[in-house]
């Protein structure tokens, strides 16, 4: 990870068509990506924990408050997507959700009761689901398409790293500081995030490049119709690939961890983190690398390797036992989600290319993936209670094979003849 940025600092300002991005606010958006994961990851994984040990929730009450970012997304990812389409303050809106997750955070410290902290979920989930298209819309609108690819990658691979070190540091802060004081820390990385996206110069971002609009004759910006869109058969594929991803991948990990609960119950915990944080530092330099092949090789040989690689992950989970090895196979999860991370953001920028509906893209295809993932926990839990995690692992390899088949026939390639 040093290693690339250290090259990048050699790299000249991109140049776009319209504007010129300076290193400075290249380095602001890192920014924002490295404590918006940072944030992100410290505040879900550890609220279930810390409702059942520090408030001594019921489980039926702890289910309510774990459910409510699913309900979000599906209903307001697509709508949060036209919103940054609509605004030109991308910017500030960024800074705003970053705001309030860190008002979300310090709320589940402070209030109490079920209402108060399920309001934090809502306004948690409602902010977290904004500042992925507002990031890529700021990316864009900063270097344009033909470096957009590389600098998704580059996004990417800092965010994973700030997911890492937030695993760390909330594990550390927990055991020393006690479990509230994770929750301080997650407030003090968004506002991190806040000033990250306020240090990017407004005047430096393209606003009709940030939703992939064309700017017609006299100034005004031609925006596709919603029917345009779903007229695009390579719009409809790539969101059922998406769905089959996430139908395949979703319920891995949490099976796993159950897997490992049933066999070594006081170390399931650590087991888990050690999941996590095998995967998110493969997904480190697998994302810079996937952002560079995926502008000199193309979108779908990248995607493709993403997907080839889940029915493997499924087959060695069914296949091994040992706790340590299980832990060694969940590295291939950080090739998957860390290609998919980059190279589905890439995707949708080619196909929104001209409609100004990039970001409204975004949030559907957001939406395609909380379908997916909701469908694998589902699909995966009732299997695995019928005829065992061996069978459930070997199901979901199987759904990965059709994901892959189906997108290697059906998907064309979308990268530019231009690039």
Not at 36 to 48: E, N, R, V
Not at 156 to 163: L, V
Not at 264 to 270: E, H
Request: some cysteine; overall charge positive; hydrophobic content about 55%.
């Amino acid at each position: 990870m040093f290693r690339a940025l250290e090259q990048a600092e050699q790299l000249p300002p991109y140049q776009t068509g319209k504007t010129v991005a300076p290193i400075s606010n290249l380095r602001a958006l890192e920014c924002l990506n490295f404590f918006k994961a940072d944030a992100q990851s410290t505040f879900g994984p550890y609220l279930a924990i810390y409702l059942l040990s520090v408030r001594h929730w019921r489980f039926d009450q702890i289910g309510l408050a774990m459910a409510i970012p699913g309900i979000v997304t599906i209903v307001a990812q697509t709508p949060a997507g036209a919103l940054v389409d609509g605004i030109r303050r991308k910017r500030e809106l960024a800074a705003l959700a970053a705001g309030v997750i860190a008002a979300a955070c310090l709320q589940v410290v402070y209030a109490h009761g079920v209402t108060a902290v399920v309001l934090a979920q809502v306004l948690f989930s409602s902010a977290a689901i904004v500042l992925p298209p507002a990031i890529a819309a700021l990316t864009m609108g900063l270097v344009g398409p033909h470096a957009f690819a590389q600098q998704m990658g580059r996004n990417e691979m800092i965010s994973h790293a700030g997911a890492v070190a937030g695993a760390i540091g909330a594990g550390a802060i927990g055991y020393w500081l006690g479990q509230r004081s994770i929750f301080h820390l997650a407030a003090m990385m968004s506002l991190g995030a806040a000033g990250a996206a306020m240090a990017i110069r407004g005047a430096d971002i393209d606003h009709s490049l940030a939703r992939e609009s064309v700017v017609e004759p006299g100034g005004k910006e031609h925006i596709a119709a919603l029917k345009d869109l779903v007229a695009d058969r390579r719009i409809m594929v790539f969101g059922a690939s998406v769905i089959l991803f996430h139908l395949a991948n979703a319920a891995m990990l949490p099976l796993v961890s159950e897997m490992l609960s049933r066999r070594q119950p006081g170390l399931a915990a650590l087991y888990a983190s050690a999941c996590v944080l095998m995967a998110q530092a493969v997904m480190v330099p697998v994302a810079w690398i996937a952002g560079r092949r995926a502008a000199s090789w193309g979108r779908k040989p990248v995607f493709v390797v993403a997907f080839a690689a889940l029915p493997i992950r499924a087959v060695l989970f069914a296949l091994l036992s040992k706790p340590c090895l299980l832990v060694s196979a969940q590295a291939i999860d950080g090739i998957s989600a860390g290609i998919f991370g980059v190279v589905a953001v890439v995707t949708m920028a080619d196909l929104a290319r001209g409609t100004g509906r990039f970001n409204l893209l975004q949030g559907a295809i957001a939406t395609c993936v909380a379908i997916g993932g909701s469908l694998s926990n589902l699909t995966a839990g009732f299997i695995v209670q019928r005829a065992g995690f061996r069978a459930g692992f070997v199901s979901l390899g199987a759904i990965a094979l059709v994901g892959l088949v189906f997108f290697c026939l059906a998907m064309p390639e979308t990268r530019p003849a231009d690039e």
